[in-house]
């Protein structure tokens, strides 16, 4: 049978909420709590190991030395600058300083000036001080004096278990080799290291001699400013010896390319009558004067034009300044103010047809007409003069255009020329180029100075750097605290059953019933339902009846009859708590009947510690017995027991053929009708078949699964197993709690509430 989308989707096995994005606090405290031990048995041992390594730890000192990078340069050959100028300066500058510093042509300077190749520091065959002496001195006694057979190491150098015997090197080569270790010792000994923010390196060396380590340290600071030295000067010399070569060869072709431009410009000159030069000067006067005649004829037409359109329109005159500036039009203008006030006057006294006003009228138009005649004579003055602009722009225009030809006719033959001169130009102005550069690099070759300066030379330790012991048992505690913490975490990481009901209820998708307490830790099977006999009101029997309870509201309109207890393997306390169930409910005033459903490993008559009855399931079931002398009468709770008795199992019996048959279903349906609450206990699901038979039988199905025991795989298969055959799975209910152990594991929830008040509750 396939399950549906629905119910597959509940066995999904969902995120773990350790797992979440958020951070639970007070979870990690309790985990790190519950490995305090742990913890602290690492803290020890680091303790431990560092106050080993502390005490056996040879003493070192470290010097150190700082230099300064990027010192200012001394240029006195700039004109406008100052003498001093910064120099540009980044990270990657100071990288390269770094990188410089640490190279192994500065490591090998300084082992040749101080001569460190025989040094007794640096020497392989001297005795080393401290506890690696001793060690040495007792591996070499140990090697001289415990030597294997002449036969014994042939042969095993013949089978490849021992390395070819070590072949004497030549001096040469035991030289070199001794040379770059010396170099790759002073390397590993060596820091170099930027000061953030700064343009500051500090070059330290740690070694077991304080005075040779200030020694080491000042000296690769000093072969590093001659490094740099050296490196300018070498340069800087390579650099004048090739410009004053290359100036040289300029010079020659400079003065080559010179005389052919005068060359060339002579014969030009002399075919053209004068030279381009000359020409090109009389094109601009020509043009110049053509541009300010065409200027003036422009001014004056517009003039023209804007007094010829005032006259056509009858505009007073005088409201015009060219006419406005005629003297004589202004003689006429007052003599027109003077009669129209006369003829004013007059007008006043006399009628329009009065002789006097008729004289005065006509002196008046006579005056305007001659106002208009000079105004004529004006316009004709102004139209010679453009007729004059006119044709000194033909003749302006006539004169550029042959100048134009003749400058077009000298180009086309200065190609050449000034050919010539770009080459010349340029030879010239690299020449000067390379010449003044030749003068600066000659004079700069006094004045080089390193890129850097010591700020702070290297003094000589006044005591080791590594011998606190304090200290370094502090870090070993530390790093021992981690460890104790990474284990802790990795081995709750690592476990892989149910310790929390809600942990449990997420994974599976079903519902949590109830949890059981633990009995005792060496308690039997039989006394934990004497528990539930002698003390009701212990934590024990509270928890059934609160699992009785869950299971009984879980259907409210319909609460099971018949109930299934079946758990993923065994040993889950499966039938203890089924036999719980039975009790309680007996316990309660209903009639209760439990079955022993395992008909291969029957386990009811030792939980209950009952005898077993005359008759068994078996026989029930192939009707050789009456059911009444198969069920047994627990004389103190009146809860009746059917058992699987031990004599009736036959090897020939399949008991999946058996509990599916008609015989086993009327007999449940009998317990059915007979008493209020019947409890099946079946076997484990994922051993055998028989409680996915079962199930079908079942009103509700209570899976059992054992705390911080059973695997959450096996858990989530079982379910998967039950979920095929469309069991009414009800819910789970975990067995065996330690409630002292389970509130450390959960902060809030039912679990960790009755670990913290157990004193409620009976002892």
Not at 129 to 154: K, Y
Not at 389 to 405: G, H, K, Q
Not at 410 to 421: K, P
Request: aromatic content about 4%; charged content about 25%.
């Amino acid at each position: 049978m396939k399950m549906t989308s629905d119910q597959a989707w509940q066995l999904q096995p969902v995120q773990d909420i350790d797992d979440d994005d958020r951070i639970d606090l007070r979870a990690v405290l309790r985990t790190l709590w519950r490995g305090k031990w742990i913890i602290l048995v690492c803290a020890g041992i680091g303790a431990l190991l560092g106050t080993l390594v502390a005490s056996q730890t040879d003493p070192s000192y470290r010097a150190t030395a700082k230099l300064l990078i990027g010192t200012p340069d001394v240029n006195v050959l700039r004109e406008g600058e100052g003498v001093l100028s910064e120099p540009g300066f980044s990270s990657d500058t100071l990288l390269t300083h770094i990188e410089i510093l640490g190279s192994t042509k500065l490591v090998n300077r300084v082992i040749d000036t101080l001569g460190l190749v025989d040094h007794p520091a640096f020497d392989p065959e001297a005795p080393r001080p401290g506890w690696r002496g001793v060690m040495d001195g007792v591996s070499g006694w140990m090697g001289a004096r415990i030597a294997l057979p002449p036969e014994l190491d042939d042969m095993l150098r013949d089978l490849g278990l021992l390395g070819p015997r070590p072949v004497p090197l030549p001096e040469a080569e035991a030289h070199r080799r001794h040379r770059l270790a010396l170099v790759q010792q002073i390397s590993d000994h060596t820091t170099v290291e930027g000061v953030r923010g700064s343009r500051v390196i500090r070059v330290s060396y740690t070694a077991g001699d304080p005075r040779l380590a200030a020694a080491i340290a000042n000296e690769i600071t000093e072969q590093y400013l001659v490094d740099q030295l050296e490196g300018k000067l070498e340069t800087t010399r390579s650099a004048v010896g090739w410009l004053s070569d290359r100036v040289e060869q300029l010079k020659i072709r400079v003065n080559a390319a010179e005389r052919a431009v005068e060359t060339a410009t002579a014969r030009l000159s002399q075919d053209s009558g004068q030279s381009p030069e000359i020409t090109r000067q009389q094109v601009q006067a020509v043009a110049a004067s053509l541009a300010r005649v065409r200027n003036d004829l422009s001014t004056r037409e517009a003039q023209l034009t804007r007094l010829q359109r005032a006259v056509a329109d009858g505009r007073d005159l005088g409201a015009l300044s060219e006419f406005r500036q005629s003297a004589i039009i202004s003689a006429f203008r007052n003599r027109e103010s003077d009669l129209s006030a006369q003829l004013a006057a007059v007008g006043a006294s006399v009628t329009d047809d009065h002789p006097a006003m008729q004289r005065l009228a006509t002196q008046l138009e006579e005056v305007r007409a001659n106002i208009r005649r000079e105004a004529g004579r004006i316009l004709q003055a102004i139209e010679i003069d453009i007729e004059a602009l006119r044709a000194s722009e033909t003749s302006f225009a006539a004169e550029l255009r042959l100048l134009e030809d003749k400058v077009a006719d000298q180009s086309r033959r200065a190609v050449e020329i000034r050919q010539l001169e770009r080459e010349a130009q340029a030879s010239r102005i690299l020449y000067e180029n390379l010449l003044s550069r030749l003068q600066e690099s000659s004079a700069e070759e006094s004045l080089l100075s390193a890129d850097a300066r010591v700020i702070s030379p290297a003094e000589i330790p006044n005591g080791p750097r590594n011998t606190s012991l304090a200290r370094i048992r502090l870090l070993a505690t530390a790093a021992g605290i981690l460890a104790g913490v990474a284990l802790v975490v990795l081995l709750d990481r690592l476990n892989n059953t149910f310790r929390a009901p809600a942990q449990l209820e997420e994974m599976s998708g079903k519902t949590m019933l109830g949890t059981i307490p633990q009995g005792g830790s060496r308690m039997r099977r039989h006394e934990v339902i004497e528990i539930l006999r002698e003390k009701p009101s212990s934590a024990l029997a509270e928890a059934i009846r609160n699992l009785r309870t869950s299971i009984l509201f879980s259907n409210v309109d319909n609460p099971p009859q018949v109930i299934m207890f079946t758990s993923s393997v065994p040993r889950e306390g499966k039938s203890t708590t089924s036999a719980l169930m039975a009790l309680t409910s007996r316990q309660m005033g209903k009639s209760a009947v439990i079955v022993d459903c395992d008909l291969r490993r029957p386990a009811l008559g030792k939980v209950l510690h009952v005898d077993e009855a005359e008759a068994g399931l078996l026989s029930v079931i192939n009707g050789s017995a009456p059911i009444e002398d198969a069920l047994h009468l627990d004389p103190d709770t009146g809860l009746h027991v059917l058992m699987t008795k031990a004599s009736e199992r036959n090897a020939k019996i399949n008991a999946a053929d058996v509990l599916a048959s008609h015989r086993f279903r009327d007999l449940v349906t009998l317990l059915r009708s007979t008493y209020d609450i019947v409890i099946l206990d079946t076997p484990p699901t994922l051993v055998v078949t028989d409680a996915r038979i079962i199930a079908a039988m079942a009103d509700a199905v209570v899976y059992a699964v054992r705390w911080d025991h059973t695997p959450r795989s096996a858990v989530l298969e079982g379910l998967r197993e039950l979920t095929s055959v469309e069991a009414k799975i009800t819910g789970l209910v975990m067995t065996m709690v330690n409630e002292t152990k389970a509130a450390q594991y959960a902060y809030d929830g039912y679990g960790y509430h009755k670990g913290q008040y157990r004193d409620y509750y009976e002892a």
